[in-house]
């Protein structure tokens, strides 16, 4: 059998070339049998999918040079050759419906050997995993000697981390031709641990020398950190400026150490300058805005103690106010002058520049997500006006989908000098969650439970929320499915059905009787303005079946059966900047909810509900780990009417326990025993992030404070706090949140403060629903 061979490629030090040697046939030829030589440890269908050659296909002479450059390009191996032999019989090309001989075509490779282990000599003070995990080149890669080179300085970086800065370290590689692996030796000469022996800082007057030593992490006695000096500097000058010093100036370190590189002496010199209060700001150059108007972007105010804080935050503010009117090349410089009585004036210069506009909007980054999903919740468009407060309200809008972890904005210029483009770049989170379990109770024997929350049903941003528990005696379940948008407009519409048995408290019993709810919600929610204004209304049809009633409330308490039909209102202001882990912005909110009367059913009633959460960040850790309070009041109001004479225990408020108060049971710790009319509870948390993912805190840290009461009729409230029925109650605990859109947690322990004598003063909490 005569036999074509084309040498196409061959790895030489200059590069990578083709050679076509003589042929005697020039193509195409049929694909019969596809085959790889030379295979040891990559597998055939990494080349044969790279390559054009497939069984039953022509096979086109120009396809060669492009499959011997796919294979290189896959980093495995050296050298690539191609070799095309005639074979016996015929095949059926699909495309011209004719017969043509076979061919074979054998890629013949050679692979780079593949990196198989690592072994140490002199390796103490660094672990395996730490030093793996510095490397570029992992195990099972091909191996690549320039990556090891570099990889060398980052393990040099890592010993330098636990104050090994003199740590050397050579390798030395043994191959296994037969296997084709290469096993690497660090040869590491760790040298001595470098401790801190003297930090000097020289000019430091009216703030003492020991004060900027503790806000470093290089202090004396501890581990040197290299990586840590910039900070160091910046922390000790943000200090100096924060103190009043607005000159406040320290030098980059210098850096002194023994011969055995073990004692390290850093030295700053210090220019402290006068210590300054603010006087005067004022403007030049400004025809956009008013003096007035910028005045308000002004954080400091005259005769108060100059810090860098202040000063930076009315730069900020005043950069964006151009910003939000398309000047986003605005200058700003301070000019800073001190007057006759020693107070620093600053006069801001500002060089407009011209407006800018939109020229190109996208969204990139989704891969489950239908890109229309996530355009419809921005709202600058091509050809807009550059509106950076716009802007930021798009990214929070896509952040408050609840699927999107991470939202980055990339603003950059066009060929146009007036215009900008504008990306959002999304990191998507996990849309859904499955649980199931079996469990048995003595009331309703062997059940089962099954939970579903999905956020981005077919990729549409639609909900479901699925939880049933079921068994012989049990079938409860809610079902929820809604859609943030209807008709391309921002509406949100959403249906519920639920089977719901709940076990409810009365007096001093927490399971005084079953109340059972069978029936359904319709919901429909408009939003405005960028979805800062809101309104939802509601359409509710149930069945409350009261019964097993205990028998010492039988005379309290009736067993029946009614119907409730009902419609409710809400309207809400909502500035946060992420409705599921907030940290600015607030939400106000009233709703009215009428039960019966013209609506029918059995129960006459009306309820007003008001609410208010408020955040604000106190402090951001790194930029990414903010520290924020939290401030919520509940106030609801629930009155009977027409043929309803008093509210039914049911209806009525039961206070205490992890949604309202915690240290307290709901089951007559708070209020009036038999449920109050009303009720007011004010809650206080600072949430410390524990873990975080984009821009969410998947978990925090939290301390908080409630405070309230509930109470027949607003007669009986007395303002003051003790364990009376009518006076307020307090609480104060440390929780954990774990805060995921599908299944938030929160655990907390609460110490109650005005129990009566008898009462347990602590209690735990474990619940899966937000707090506020």
């Known amino acids: 059998?005569?036999?074509?061979?084309?040498?196409?490629?061959?790895?030489?030090?200059?590069?990578?070339?083709?050679?076509?040697?003589?042929?005697?046939?020039?193509?195409?030829?049929?694909?019969?049998?596809?085959?790889?030589?030379?295979?040891?440890?990559?597998?055939?269908?990494?080349?044969?999918?790279?390559?054009?050659?497939?069984?039953?296909?022509?096979?086109?002479?120009?396809?060669?040079?492009?499959?011997?450059?796919?294979?290189?390009?896959?980093?495995?191996?050296?050298?690539?050759?191609?070799?095309?032999?005639?074979?016996?019989?015929?095949?059926?090309?699909?495309?011209?419906?004719?017969?043509?001989?076979?061919?074979?075509?054998?890629?013949?490779?050679?692979?780079?050997?593949?990196?198989?282990?690592?072994?140490?000599?002199?390796?103490?003070?660094?672990?395996?995993?730490?030093?793996?995990?510095?490397?570029?080149?992992?195990?099972?890669?091909?191996?690549?000697?320039?990556?090891?080179?570099?990889?060398?300085?980052?393990?040099?970086?890592?010993?330098?981390?636990?104050?090994?800065?003199?740590?050397?370290?050579?390798?030395?590689?043994?191959?296994?031709?037969?296997?084709?692996?290469?096993?690497?030796?660090?040869?590491?000469?760790?040298?001595?641990?470098?401790?801190?022996?003297?930090?000097?800082?020289?000019?430091?007057?009216?703030?003492?020398?020991?004060?900027?030593?503790?806000?470093?992490?290089?202090?004396?006695?501890?581990?040197?950190?290299?990586?840590?000096?910039?900070?160091?500097?910046?922390?000790?000058?943000?200090?100096?400026?924060?103190?009043?010093?607005?000159?406040?100036?320290?030098?980059?370190?210098?850096?002194?150490?023994?011969?055995?590189?073990?004692?390290?002496?850093?030295?700053?010199?210090?220019?402290?300058?006068?210590?300054?209060?603010?006087?005067?700001?004022?403007?030049?150059?400004?025809?956009?805005?008013?003096?007035?108007?910028?005045?308000?972007?002004?954080?400091?105010?005259?005769?108060?103690?100059?810090?860098?804080?202040?000063?930076?935050?009315?730069?900020?503010?005043?950069?964006?106010?151009?910003?939000?009117?398309?000047?986003?090349?605005?200058?700003?410089?301070?000019?800073?002058?001190?007057?006759?009585?020693?107070?620093?004036?600053?006069?801001?210069?500002?060089?407009?520049?011209?407006?800018?506009?939109?020229?190109?909007?996208?969204?990139?980054?989704?891969?489950?997500?239908?890109?229309?999903?996530?355009?419809?919740?921005?709202?600058?468009?091509?050809?807009?006006?550059?509106?950076?407060?716009?802007?930021?309200?798009?990214?929070?809008?896509?952040?408050?989908?609840?699927?999107?972890?991470?939202?980055?904005?990339?603003?950059?210029?066009?060929?146009?000098?007036d215009r900008v483009d504008v990306g959002f770049n999304v990191v998507e989170g996990r849309p859904g969650m499955f649980t199931a379990g079996v469990a048995m109770s003595s009331l309703d024997g062997l059940y089962g439970e099954v939970s579903v929350s999905h956020m981005n049903l077919f990729g549409r941003a639609q909900r479901l929320n699925l939880r049933t528990q079921f068994g012989k005696n049990l079938l409860d379940y809610t079902i929820g499915w809604s859609t943030p948008w209807v008709f391309d407009r921002p509406v949100s519409f959403g249906v519920d059905a639920f089977n719901t048995r709940r076990y409810r408290p009365f007096r001093s019993e927490s399971r005084a009787y079953t109340d059972r709810r069978i029936g359904g919600r319709v919901r429909v929610g408009p939003r405005f303005s960028d979805d800062i204004y809101q309104l939802a209304f509601s359409y509710t049809f149930q069945n409350i079946d009261i019964y097993d009633i205990d028998d010492q409330f039988k005379g309290d308490i009736d067993s029946e059966r009614l119907n409730s039909s009902s419609f409710s209102a809400d309207f809400a202001i909502d500035t946060r900047d992420n409705i599921w882990d907030p940290t600015t912005g607030w939400r106000n909110s009233i709703g009215l909810e009428l039960t019966g009367g013209p609506l029918m059913g059995d129960l006459d009633l009306w309820t007003i509900n008001l609410r208010s959460i408020f955040n604000r960040t106190l402090i951001n850790i790194g930029g990414n780990y903010p520290i924020v309070f939290v401030l919520s009041n509940k106030f609801a109001s629930t009155n009977a009417y027409g043929r309803t004479g008093e509210v039914p225990v049911f209806e009525r408020f039961f206070i205490g326990g992890a949604d309202t108060i915690r240290g307290y049971d709901h089951n007559g710790q708070v209020g009036p025993q038999d449920g109050g009319n009303m009720y007011f509870v004010s809650s206080a948390e600072v949430r410390l992030p524990l873990a975080r993912e984009g821009r969410r805190s998947i978990a925090q840290l939290a301390a908080f404070f409630d405070i309230g009461n509930s109470w027949k009729s607003a007669s009986d409230v007395r303002f003051r706090m003790g364990p009376e029925e009518d006076e307020f109650k307090a609480g104060v605990g440390l929780g954990l949140r774990f805060a995921t859109p599908q299944l938030p947690i929160r655990i907390d322990w609460g110490y109650g403060l005005n129990h009566r004598p008898g009462e347990s003063r602590t209690k735990f909490y474990f619940n899966m629903s937000n707090a506020f």
Request: some cysteine; glycine content about 6%; hydrophobic content about 35%.
């Open 1 to 417: 059998m005569k036999k074509i061979l084309f040498l196409l490629l061959i790895l030489t030090s200059a590069g990578l070339f083709a050679q076509e040697t003589e042929m005697n046939a020039t193509g195409p030829w049929m694909v019969c049998e596809v085959a790889v030589s030379g295979l040891k440890n990559v597998a055939k269908k990494t080349v044969t999918k790279a390559v054009h050659a497939k069984k039953g296909v022509m096979y086109e002479r120009g396809f060669v040079y492009d499959d011997m450059q796919a294979i290189i390009s896959l980093g495995s191996f050296d050298n690539a050759e191609v070799d095309i032999s005639p074979m016996e019989g015929e095949r059926k090309n699909k495309e011209d419906k004719e017969f043509h001989p076979c061919f074979k075509v054998t890629y013949i490779v050679k692979e780079k050997p593949i990196f198989d282990a690592i072994t140490y000599e002199g390796r103490k003070r660094l672990s395996r995993t730490a030093i793996t995990e510095a490397m570029t080149l992992k195990i099972k890669d091909p191996f690549n000697e320039t990556k090891l080179v570099s990889d060398l300085e980052r393990i040099k970086a890592k010993y330098a981390e636990k104050g090994y800065i003199n740590a050397d370290i050579k390798y030395e590689t043994e191959v296994n031709e037969k296997l084709n692996i290469v096993t690497v030796k660090f040869i590491i000469d760790e040298g001595q641990r470098a401790r801190v022996k003297e930090v000097g800082i020289e000019g430091a007057n009216l703030i003492p020398s020991r004060k900027l030593v503790k806000k470093t992490a290089n202090r004396p006695g501890k581990v040197f950190k290299p990586q840590k000096l910039q900070q160091d500097y910046v922390k000790m000058t943000l200090y100096g400026r924060n103190k009043g010093f607005s000159e406040y100036e320290i030098t980059p370190p210098q850096i002194d150490m023994n011969d055995e590189k073990s004692e390290i002496t850093i030295n700053y010199d210090v220019t402290e300058g006068a210590k300054a209060q603010y006087g005067t700001a004022a403007f030049d150059g400004n025809t956009v805005f008013t003096d007035e108007e910028l005045q308000k972007q002004i954080f400091f105010r005259e005769g108060k103690t100059y810090t860098q804080k202040s000063f930076d935050m009315t730069m900020r503010d005043l950069q964006e106010q151009y910003a939000n009117k398309g000047y986003l090349n605005a200058k700003i410089n301070p000019i800073r002058t001190i007057d006759d009585a020693g107070r620093l004036n600053i006069l801001f210069d500002i060089s407009e520049s011209h407006i800018f506009y939109i020229d190109h909007v996208d969204v990139t980054g989704y891969e489950t997500t239908r890109r229309n999903v996530l355009a419809r919740e921005i709202t600058v468009k091509p050809g807009d006006l550059f509106d950076y407060s716009k802007i930021r309200r798009s990214q929070t809008r896509l952040l408050n989908l609840g699927f999107i972890n991470d939202v980055q904005l990339d603003i950059s210029p066009t060929a146009y000098p």
